[in-house]
């Protein structure tokens, strides 16, 4: 069966999680998919941005507590492979969109909330149900969520498992925008074009800075911000952005990845050398 499918076009790596039927939710081969796929964005230079969304109109209703087959491995090793994806995407460099077109619950909420930014459409539910399965929280959200909304409403998300709307993740800072559903599509690829543009390196320096961030002093974060500027100021990004300035045009930010210039208004972007043929998917067995 068919688990992912990959596509890329314009320095832009959409993941789509394709079990509509099961809602999306994630198998065995799933979990070894993903993390092969994570790992071959992370090695491609050419990929800047990465989305995650789910096939229908789910994008992960969680892992899929159904069986289909014996499995004697142990559960502490299942569940140590699984943190493998986690981190995976976790760690990765580039920055990362969940494209939250409908239900995340459990681990597929968890799964969205790696991600550094999470637009959801306005008919998306989340939900940290492990509570109604008898479990306790997987997938990094003891870690994630009082981070991202606090200690308190981390713990009534946890207890209660309830189903949130879109609205109220919007409201208690789950999420980072809402938009209509048939808008979704065109704003997130709006929002992943932008950073498509934007200076690879210095991004994915100030991504893992801010990760970073809950465990390291202020002496230390100044001290690693010195350290990544020092290394921005001998980039040719640098010396782009100065003469783009100066020259009152967009800059063309390089970094090692293919050529990527910023869209200014009235004028479509330019695409990747390697996409001069259009998008190219793979889907994953």
């Known amino acids: 069966m068919e688990t992912l499918e990959l596509e890329r076009k314009d320095g832009i790596v959409t993941i789509t999680l394709d ?7 994630i ?9 092969a796929a994570f790992t071959e964005v992370a ?10 969304t ?28 699984i943190a493998d994806v986690v981190l995976r995407l976790h760690r990765l460099s580039k920055p990362t969109i969940a494209k939250v077109n409908g239900v995340a619950a459990g681990a597929g909420c968890n799964l969205a909330l790696c991600c550094d930014l999470v637009i959801a459409s306005d008919s998306a539910r989340f939900s940290e149900i492990f509570a109604r399965r008898g479990l306790s929280l997987d997938c990094g959200g ?8 606090g200690m308190q409403k981390a713990k009534e998300l ?9 609205q109220e993740a919007l409201d208690i800072g789950l999420v980072n925008r809402v938009v209509p559903h048939d808008e979704l599509d065109a704003v997130v690829a709006g929002m992943a074009e932008k950073i498509a ?3 690879p390196l210095a991004l994915s320096m100030s991504k893992t800075m801010l990760n970073n961030a809950f465990m390291v002093s202020m002496d230390q974060a100044l001290e690693d911000e010195a350290r990544c500027q ?6 040719d990004d640098v010396k782009e952005a100065f003469s783009a300035f100066l020259e009152k045009r967009d800059p063309v930010f390089r970094s090692g990845a293919a050529d990527h210039r910023a869209p200014a208004a009235g004028r479509p972007a330019r695409r990747l050398r390697s996409s001069s043929r259009g998008p190219t998917t793979t889907t994953w067995r």
């Open 19 to 25: 079990r509509p039927e099961k809602k999306n939710a």
């Open 158 to 166: 946890a207890l209660l498992a309830e189903i949130i709307s879109a």
């Open 197 to 199: 543009a934007g200076p």
């Open 142 to 149: 003891s870690w994630l969520l009082p981070r991202i909304v």
């Open 230 to 235: 020092a290394v921005n100021l001998v980039t």
């Open 43 to 52: 090695d491609n230079d050419d990929d800047r941005v990465l989305v995650l």
């Open 54 to 81: 789910g096939r229908g109109d789910g994008f992960c209703s969680g892992a899929d507590l159904s069986g289909g087959g014996r499995d004697e491995t142990h559960p502490v090793e299942r569940l140590r492979h």
């Open 27 to 35: 198998n065995g081969a799933m979990w070894t998919d993903l993390l």
